[in-house]
């Protein structure tokens, strides 16, 4: 059961275009006592074919911008590979504590985002 409750939060997150790592990823960790590793490549598998429906929503849209589409792929490949061997190199501890980090930053720049936003709204 706890499977199908990740995978269903995570997929919602991923069609959003949020990333459904950011809960993929813990919940593996702490619900199943998986390795970062495991975690973290198991994402990747599943990034793919919910990446996919999600895409073709946001296409059919327009929400893809174009213009940037080819530089963006480019070096999102060389820094895939870059991240995938240093992922394998470091040791589990590292990468969970590296991981926590990431998430820490993103989410104090969410609510330095929505701070500036509100005190925008309100001048």
Known sequence: ??????????????????????????????????????????????FIPTAIVALYTHIKQGNIEKNVLKTLII????????????????GSSLLKK?????LLFMGAYEIYLSRKEKAHRQS
Do not use: D, E, H, W
């Open 98 to 102: 590296m991981f926590g980090v990431f």
């Open 75 to 90: 070096f999102g490949i060389i820094g895939s590979i870059i991240g995938s061997i240093l992922a394998v190199s470091l």
């Open 1 to 46: 059961m706890i499977i199908f409750i990740i995978s269903l939060i995570s997929g919602i997150i991923s069609g959003m275009g949020i990333g459904g790592g950011t809960i993929l990823i813990p919940a593996l960790i702490i619900f199943l006592n998986v390795k970062q590793q495991i975690a973290q490549s198991t994402n990747l598998l599943i």
